[in-house]
């Protein structure tokens, strides 16, 4: 009986994904995105609080696009990270996420509109500086961390008061591990210009009680980005502008080991930023994330567009404070 029941929840989770369009790998909160305080001096304690708006208009098929606006989801996040830098080598990360997401569906004119929120999970990053960049400019800063299932995973439908899928949860009901690296070099020919590269790996875990005795494992997930920013002074102020291409793939998702069909693909994103710096300590930051290719598994809707606003700043609590502008923060 057992067996048969665990079927036919698959079977309803597999029909709810194509008739509904699942992003359990395109929408959510923005973890691998925002993560990673740029490099600061020892003792020295670092903020950032942005808002992050995800549009998923965009339905896909493979690699096609389709003409098919029923569907449509939306994602509003409200992002805090704070740092801390023991010293000009070791630092750590926390990072907390406020989340509601949204999900229309219009079927011949009878709208169904559904929407959760809440806190989200915790990221917790220890990074260490492997390389100092004195001698040939270049940084590399490699670093692990941890995702604290903080955010709830059991929310129910107000609407019909049946359980939500998992990619419409705050939170994923699972620990996962994080593998992060950076890498950055100020131009030769221009000392306020640097590239910059940053790559992470998520291996997701199982969440060992989704929808009662159920596991549910959202599909592994990388993330390489390559960026370049400038600063420019500009009446004694400094504009730093930045283009960032970002690569994303995830696998599919797991319902009791078996795969589910519609979620996972590849997608590549170019976001162009912009940074205003009143002074070496606060900056106000803004971006828009496009996707250049977008290819899925099955049919899902897709990012059409993510936008982000937020606020960055420092306090040096050592004595001898030096005023140096970070090299790049990457969104």
């Not at 690569?247 to 590549?268: I, K, V």
């Amino acid at each position: 009986m057992e067996i048969i029941f665990r079927f036919l929840i698959l079977i309803f989770l597999c029909g709810s994904i194509e008739s509904q369009s699942q992003t359990c790998c395109s929408g959510g909160v923005p973890v691998s995105g925002n993560l990673g305080m740029p490099l600061s001096d020892s003792k020295t304690l670092q903020f950032n609080l942005s808002y992050d708006y995800n549009n998923l208009n965009t339905l896909k098929s493979e690699g096609t696009r389709l003409d098919d606006d029923s569907r449509k989801r939306t994602t509003h996040s409200i992002l805090f990270e704070t740092g801390y830098s023991f010293s000009q080598r070791l630092s750590a990360d926390v990072f907390f996420s406020y989340v509601r997401q949204e999900r229309l569906i219009n079927n011949n004119n009878n709208e169904d509109f559904t929407y959760t929120q809440g806190l989200g999970d915790v990221v917790v990053l220890l990074k260490y500086l492997l390389i100092n960049g004195n001698q040939d400019g270049n940084n590399i800063v490699v670093g692990g961390g941890i995702k604290l299932p903080f955010g709830a995973s059991d929310k129910i439908n107000s609407n019909n008061g049946l359980p939500l899928n998992a990619d419409l949860q705050p939170g994923s009901g699972a620990y996962d591990f994080i593998g992060w690296g950076q890498w950055s070099k100020p131009a030769r020919f221009r000392p306020s210009m640097s590239y910059s590269s940053t790559l992470i790996y998520s291996y997701k875990g199982k969440n060992n009680s989704y929808l009662g005795e159920n596991i549910y494992q959202f599909g592994q997930e990388l993330s390489w980005a390559v960026g370049i920013s400038d600063q420019l002074f500009i009446a004694n102020q400094i504009i730093q502008p930045s283009l960032q291409l970002r690569y994303r793939n995830a696998q599919a998702d797991l319902f009791n080991r078996d795969e589910l069909p519609s979620t996972g693909g590849e997608w590549l994103f170019i976001t162009p930023g912009i940074s205003f710096w009143p002074n070496p300590d606060f900056s106000v930051e803004t971006n828009i994330s496009l996707p250049l290719i977008a290819s899925v598994e099955g049919t899902q809707v897709t990012p059409t567009f993510r936008w982000n606003i937020g606020f960055f700043y420092k306090i040096q609590l050592s004595k001898n404070k030096n005023n140096i502008l970070s090299e790049e923060k990457l969104f």
